[in-house]
């Protein structure tokens, strides 16, 4: 380029010129403000025109929500004794988004949180679907060195989280774990289901007994903490929280006093009892044996104990109470005179026992000889002989019918999971699942509960209690209706249908005859080793062949031959306050179950009695009227029909 | 020496600027670092700024003209530094830029040697003044600037190498390259260029990761595209006004990368938005329009050629470092004048207004 010629006199005596061109000058000026110009379109294209946007990004880079997990609600008895409560305890989660390099953090985490690597693994396996910001539980109720060691690692280890939860404790020594039931991790099939479409994985749900039915008002609402993170989604301050609202306490129907002397009573046996208050149907004790320890499934279950629980033949997780069916035995005689006697078929009979009798060209054992029998003494001495007779009188569509009306074959609506309905034949359901014809013949065995007959114990205490309560059934039920909004307790009463309330058609001089009857047992008949001095105690004892009808019914067996003892008492031996149903599995004799069920009757009679005294002490404080405060006997009825 | 009279012709208002903006850079750096293991650069960066003051008058003392006599001989050794950093340099983050001198003072010779080239630059399109460039004028002048930036380039350090171009492109227009010279080059350029992309090798991953990142910053939102994404988000996110001193979330949160050096504006902008963003710009115009009119003042060629050498390279470094932060330009580690922290950055900048100065100062004197 030429110098501009109005320069040219600018040039020195060395020939070089000695001043820049002011035009090249000015186009510097130019491009600098130039330069700067479009910088500032930058910023103002950002800053003014992108600023919502990028505040909303912003925002979203450095705000996490942190769950503050909602306290379970905490679980009481009738009389507000803490059953179940929760205690403090911290979890560690493991952020996938934080992770940067895994196989220089495994041996890390490994070692201080106790883990072992393929554990971790195989967590990371389990949760690969789940969205990458969903963090990973790894290991709960970490210990305070583990939470120290979190502490100390958070620069190296900025995937690792701790969160502080609230966990379950439970009675020791699995007490009435079946009707607690126990909590654990939402698992994935749970996750599809409708009921669980506002769970996430990793939630603690409720998995069996009251927990499992309740879960809904157990578990609250979860709250959260809006949290301002750094890059490395280390907490540097929060803006805010949503309260977790504490999920809801119930009350159950449980007797605490009750339930102990149940458990007591149970000890050492494979079975199961339920004790309920036919007049409302809340359930006083529940025990099903053996039992297991609800707090080893609060912090994950472990595999021994799992596999300790799984591989034991009496299936300690099986709620034996609901999910027996089993042959009732002598106890469905009850049920068979109610049947007899509404049918008017049963008030005259008399049957001559000579240890037994022959139909349909079988002979059929009693298991003595008891002579000529009526129905007053055929209860107490739980005589077969009358029993086959009157079955065969009756025919089974008719006893299928009154058994049904007692809410035999279904489920009793108990608020507890996966009860299940028991069986009643009847020429129908014959035919329906065996698509065979009924035989007049086989009836025979159903009068005394043998054959396809099986019942649940809840559904044996119900339906003898409502028998005993004139005809009143109700739905067995753990949690007071009126603790319960009412649209949860529809929800309940739709997961689990039952027979619900009902009345069944009762005479007067039916019920009092059947209950009479039922305390001559106590007294003078099957269950008189369990008879209770100065408690107007009522029951039916009842043994079940386990192995076949023809092993014979004398035959007891030895072990798991054993028959299954039932025994179905109640107190006082009209309008009982309170029913139990027995079931001792391979207990031998039906007379062995019945003091089981003698100790909690009087547990809770002792317990009403005392109650009572209190209450007239506070009245008139004087010591002698105590004495006279046993329940009033039920008048005697004229038992000469 | 210079009599102390002469500081009448200082240019006090340059030096204002100067000042205003440092201290902007000063609380800058202290707000970005608030909450991390940096802080307290701040301080060091104050110490840094005293002692740019007072390498700037002492530099003003000497007669440009001796600077001008002893370029040969700094080039050389300039040369001479470059080859020892990649020889014996000490490595960090995978890079030879420093030459630990003991005594944690570590010396990076890249940015004494932009000062160099500047001085270098002007004494040899000064000796040419008057002529016609030819091609072999222009081939040496490339290999002038050319060997300190391959040498620069290689340690890898892209971006004060690229601050050596602008030197280059400046020497050649105001020493008069014509428009068909020009034409031709950046066709060359173009054809090197393009084909160095197509096969690859000529830019480390990391640098064609930068690239695509600024093409697409969403494309890799953890990797190469982290950086200029969350400056966006800060710069962005600053609005009109600005979140306030201290209270820019990006930040303070740790998103934005060194918010103390490279991505200062950034930090910047987020704190005080697109008012106090402008008003950065503006005191850049008027220094940059400052030192052009030191420049149409100078009393000489070699003066002139010296002041624009400074100016080009502070825009090149302020358009680079600003186009970036605001995702006009692909991420390269340039630093922004007076505003990032760091002694190299601030040296150089008041080494070359302190020569500005100089030039200033003997305007009147022959």
């Known amino acids: ?641 | 020496m210079q009599r102390l009279s002469s500081y009448r012709d200082f240019d006090w208002v340059l030096l204002a600027f100067v000042m205003v903006l440092s201290v902007i850079s000063v609380l800058e750096i202290k707000s970005a670092t608030l909450h991390t293991k940096f802080h307290g650069f701040d301080q060091k960066q104050i110490e840094f700024l005293a002692a740019g003051l007072v390498l700037m008058f002492l530099i003003s003392m000497i007669d440009y003209h001796r600077l001008l006599d002893i370029v040969p001989w700094a080039y050389g050794i300039s040369i001479l530094s470059l080859l020892v950093v990649k020889v014996a340099g000490q490595k960090v983050l995978g890079a030879r830029r420093w030459i630990n001198l003991g005594g944690g003072v570590h010396f990076q010779p890249s940015e004494w040697v932009k000062l160099v080239l500047i001085i270098a630059v002007a004494r040899y399109f000064w000796n040419l003044s008057g002529k016609e460039l030819t091609w072999v004028d222009i081939g040496k002048a490339f290999a002038l600037v050319g060997i300190p930036m391959v040498l620069v380039l290689t340690q890898p350090d892209l971006g004060t190498a690229l601050t050596y171009f602008p030197v280059m492109v400046c020497g050649l227009f105001l020493g008069g390259i014509r428009l068909r010279q020009v034409g031709i080059i950046l066709l060359a350029l173009a054809l090197v260029g393009g084909l160095a992309w197509k096969s690859g090798k000529r830019l480390k991953p990391y640098q064609q990761a930068r690239i695509n990142a600024f093409i697409d910053p969403d494309s890799d939102p953890k990797g190469s595209g982290y950086q200029i994404r969350q400056s966006l988000i800060a710069v962005g996110s600053g609005g009109i006004w600005g979140k306030g001193a201290n209270k820019g979330t990006q930040t303070q949160g740790d998103f934005l990368p060194i918010p103390y050096t490279d991505f200062i504006f950034a930090a910047f902008c987020e704190e005080h938005g697109f008012v106090g963003a402008l008003g950065v710009l503006l005191l850049y115009f008027l220094i940059l329009m400052r030192l052009i009119q030191n420049a149409q003042t100078a009393s000489d060629l070699p003066g002139a050629y010296i002041v624009m050498g400074i100016v080009a390279v502070i825009i090149f470094q302020i358009a680079v470092n600003v186009g970036m932060v605001v995702g006009l330009m692909p991420v390269t580690g340039i630093p922004l004048p007076l505003m990032s922290y760091g002694g190299s950055s601030i040296f150089f900048t008041f080494l070359a207004f302190g020569i500005v100065m100089n030039i200033r100062m003997r305007r009147f004197v022959n």
């Open chain 1, 1 to 641: 380029m030429e110098l501009a010629p109005q320069y040219e006199e600018q040039v020195g005596a060395n020939g070089k010129a000695e001043k820049l061109p002011a035009n090249k000058l000015n186009a510097a000026q130019y491009l600098v403000a130039l330069v700067l110009v479009v910088l500032s379109a930058g910023l103002w294209r950002l800053q003014v025109l992108g600023a919502d946007n990028f505040r909303a990004l912003a925002e979203a880079n450095r705000v996490r929500k942190v769950p503050v997990l909602a306290p379970r609600g905490r679980l009481f008895d009738r009389e507000g004794r803490l059953l179940v409560d929760n205690y403090p305890s911290v979890s560690c989660f493991l952020l996938r988004e934080q992770v940067k390099d895994l196989n220089a953090d495994l041996p890390l985490i490994s070692q201080g949180l106790h883990i072992p690597e393929e554990q971790i693994l195989a967590a990371l396996r389990h949760y690969q679907s789940a969205p990458k910001y969903q963090p990973i539980p790894l290991k709960q109720d970490i210990t305070p060195d583990e939470q120290a060691f979190i502490a100390a690692h958070t620069s190296e280890l900025p995937e690792l989280e701790t969160l502080d939860e609230q966990r379950r404790l439970y009675p020791r020594d699995g007490f009435a774990a079946h009707l607690i039931g126990y909590v654990g991790e939402i698992s994935e099939d749970d996750l599809n289901k409708p009921k669980y479409a506002f769970y996430q994985p990793g939630d603690v749900v409720g998995k069996s007994g009251v927990e499992e039915t309740y879960d809904a008002l157990l578990r609250g609402v979860d709250g959260s903490r809006d949290v301002i993170v750094n890059s490395h989604g280390k907490e540097i301050g929060h803006l805010g929280q949503t309260l977790a609202q504490p999920g809801q306490d119930l009350k159950l129907t449980i007797d605490l006093d009750v339930q102990m002397a149940a458990e007591k009573a149970m000890e050492g046996k494979t079975g199961a009892m339920v004790a309920l208050d036919p007049h409302t149907g809340e359930i006083l004790a529940l025990v099903s044996r053996p039992t297991f320890d609800p707090n080893q499934f609060s912090v994950r279950v472990s595999k021994s104990y799992w596999n300790e629980i799984i591989n034991n033949p009496d299936h300690p997780l099986l709620d034996k109470a609901i999910q027996a069916q089993l042959a009732p035995g002598s106890t469905f005689k009850i049920i068979m005179s109610y049947a007899g006697l509404q049918e008017n078929a049963a008030q005259d009979m008399h049957v001559m026992c000579s240890g037994g009798a022959s139909f349909y060209g079988h002979f059929f054992a009693c298991d003595k000889r008891h002579g000529m029998v009526d129905i007053e003494h055929a209860i107490p001495w739980s005589c077969d002989t009358f029993y086959y007779t009157l079955a065969n009188k009756l025919g089974i569509d008719t006893i299928s019918k009154y058994a049904t009306d007692l809410g035999l074959s279904q489920r009793t609506g108990v608020d507890l999971p996966d009860e299940v309905t028991g069986t009643m034949p009847s020429t129908a359901w014959k035919m329906k699942n065996f698509h065979e014809k009924w035989y007049a013949g086989e009836v025979i065995s159903v009068g005394i509960g043998q054959g396809a007959v099986a019942v649940t114990p809840i559904q044996l205490a119900r339906a003898i209690g409502g028998i005993a309560s004139g005809g009143a059934l109700r739905r067995p039920h753990l949690v007071f209706p009126d603790e319960v909004p009412a649209e949860e307790l529809q929800a309940v009463h739709e997961t689990f249908p039952g027979s619900g309330d009902k009345t069944v058609q009762l005479s007067t001089a039916n019920w009092q005859l059947i209950t009479d009857a039922m305390a001559q047992t106590t007294i003078s008949g099957t269950a008189a080793p369990a008879h209770l001095e100065g408690i107007d105690f009522a029951g039916k004892t009842g043994t079940a062949q386990v192995v076949s009808h023809s092993a014979g019914m004398t035959s007891l067996g030895t072990g798991k031959e054993r028959a299954n003892a039932w025994f179905v008492g109640m107190a006082p031996r009209r309008n009982p306050d309170i029913v139990v149903a027995v079931l001792w599995e391979h207990g031998g004799w039906g007379a062995g179950s019945a003091p089981v069920a003698a100790q909690v009757i009087n547990a809770f009679v002792e317990k009403q009695r005392k109650r009572a005294n209190n209450l007239r002490i506070a009245e008139t404080p004087t010591v002698t009227q105590t004495a006279t405060a046993e329940p009033t006997p039920a008048p005697q009825k004229d038992t000469t029909n």
